[in-house]
């Protein structure tokens, strides 16, 4: 015999009963279409020098830009800055710009005069770097990341039977949720847009700071939950280790964001794992329960990437933010 729905879920999901919707298309599919990357600037000044080991400029800035690099012997920069090289010889150097789309470069040529243009070539192969370690051995997650856009459902979430009601019309083609609203857009969401993060690692404190709506969350290690947790966009969270994986258990949410397109209820859980599988990623799964809505935990995986070249910035999410889509629809 089928039991009744509980209080908690109709409350939570029956204003969205006129807002169902079919999940979007190839779900859990491919993320949205990104601007492909664009170098707007790659310069030297002077471009001539009139002797060998003379320092010249290198100036760039790109756009939709994850990874930039300059070859030869520079290697990973920032989306802008600038360089002073001194090469011995005429050197072709090319700046490789990856962003959503794929790969885009440009090249500058340095002309010493007197001198043979330097074949082609890359940096010297280096040795990759060791993961970090904390003082108590265990692995240092402290750096700035991005998911660039790969943090994806694994399969489509299987919804309790009669929670059809809680599946929302404007979650269709994203799970950044609030995001849009300019309220903070919860767990996993806010790992997974396209901003970075900062994690600050201690042996006894995990902080997480993420530039997109200036959130932040701190996850003591190896300490329970408080005895009551008022329910927060970001939830309450709390860590420990297995293994080399640290393990965040994270809940004491509010019930007004989004997960894979389903509104969820106040006795949502999501359990974090973080394991560094190389010096510059991160293996990243989460795992969503609410009893509520979800027949089984709605898993979410990918890697962050670390970019030490980068800083967080400043986001400023203006009030009274609108939803632009509808001007664009054809009538």
Not at 8 to 15: D, E, H, R, S
Not at 23 to 32: E, K, L, R, V, Y
Not at 179 to 201: E, K, N, R, S, Y
């Amino acid at each position: 015999m089928r039991g009744t729905l509980p209080l908690t879920l109709l409350l939570a999901c029956a204003c969205d009963a006129l807002a169902q919707a079919p999940p979007p298309a190839g779900f859990p599919g491919t993320p949205p279409p990104s601007p492909p990357a664009v170098i707007r600037e790659f310069s030297a000044d002077p471009a001539t020098t009139d002797a060998p080991s003379r320092e010249t400029t290198l100036r760039w800035e790109a756009l939709n830009a994850y990874s930039l690099v300059i070859e030869p012997d520079i290697g990973v920069v920032a989306t802008r800055g600038s360089r002073r090289v001194a090469p011995q010889v005429t050197t072709a150097y090319v700046l490789t710009a990856t962003g959503p789309g794929g790969a885009t470069t440009r090249a500058v040529t340095v002309t010493v005069p007197g001198t043979t243009a330097a074949a082609s070539r890359q940096t010297a192969e280096r040795p990759p770097a060791q993961i970090p370690r904390l003082a108590d051995g265990s692995p240092d997650l402290s750096g700035v990341y991005s998911a660039d856009r790969n943090v994806r459902l694994v399969a489509a979430p299987k919804v309790r039977a009669g929670a059809e009601s809680c599946r929302v019309v404007e979650a269709d083609e994203r799970d950044d949720g609030s995001g849009g609203d300019c309220l903070p857009p919860g767990v996993p969401a806010a790992t997974m847009l396209p901003f970075p993060l900062q994690i600050v690692h201690t042996p006894d404190t995990l902080v997480i700071m993420y530039e997109a709506y200036h959130q932040f969350r701190i996850a003591p290690i190896g300490r329970a939950h408080a005895d009551y947790l008022a329910p927060a966009w970001m939830g309450h969270s709390v860590a420990r280790w297995e293994g080399d994986t640290l393990v965040v258990d994270v809940r004491g949410f509010n019930d007004r964001t989004v997960v894979a397109g389903y509104r969820h209820t106040e006795e949502m859980t999501v359990t974090e794992r973080y394991r560094r599988t190389a010096f510059d990623t991160i293996q990243y799964d989460a795992y969503i329960v609410d009893p509520n809505v979800f027949a089984e935990a709605v898993h979410y995986s990918g890697t962050l990437t670390l970019h030490p070249e980068w800083e967080i910035g400043e986001y400023v999410c203006s009030e009274n933010n609108q939803d632009y889509d509808e001007l664009f629809e054809e009538d």
